[in-house]
């Protein structure tokens, strides 16, 4: 992940920043399923009676759709799962106001889903809480 969350929310906001993961994540599941077409494209060609050096071009071709699938895929649920996690905790219980909220603090929460607590306050009515 480049850079921190704390900057990367207060740079753009949290609605802006939970929308460029949405968009980021799916960009990573698109890639991954154009790289399974890509896989599925290399092993239906190989044909074992062709040369040897095209036949280890369409598997190798095939084994890097393959990581590249699995990687986007990985990265896909990982940033997915992160913006919808925070954006569940991203109202404000005193006021409900969504997504508002100014970055005061960050602190290392290795348990949690994004790997840090963020200290946040309300932009609307100045309650203070964690997201986690």
């Excluded at 190798?60 to 759709?65: L, R, S």
């Excluded at 919808?84 to 949690?112: K, N, Q």
């Excluded at 932009?123 to 997201?131: N, P, S, V």
Aim: charged letters at 25%.
């Amino acid at each position: 992940m480049a850079g921190r969350l704390d900057d990367a929310i207060r740079k753009r906001g949290f609605r802006r920043w939970y929308e460029r993961q949405l968009v980021e994540s799916h960009a990573y599941l698109v890639t991954g399923f154009l790289s399974l077409i890509m896989m599925a494209i290399a092993i239906e060609e190989s044909e074992f009676r062709g040369s040897a050096a095209g036949l280890l071009v369409l598997v190798t071709i095939a084994v890097a759709g393959g990581w590249i699938c699995l990687f986007s895929w990985g990265r896909f649920n990982r940033l997915l799962f992160r913006a919808e996690h925070l954006a569940e905790r991203a109202t404000c219980s005193r006021c409900g106001t969504y997504g508002r909220f100014i970055v005061i603090g960050l602190r290392d929460a290795p348990d949690s889903v994004a790997g840090c607590s963020l200290d946040v306050r309300c932009r609307k009515c100045g309650h203070e809480w964690a997201i986690e």
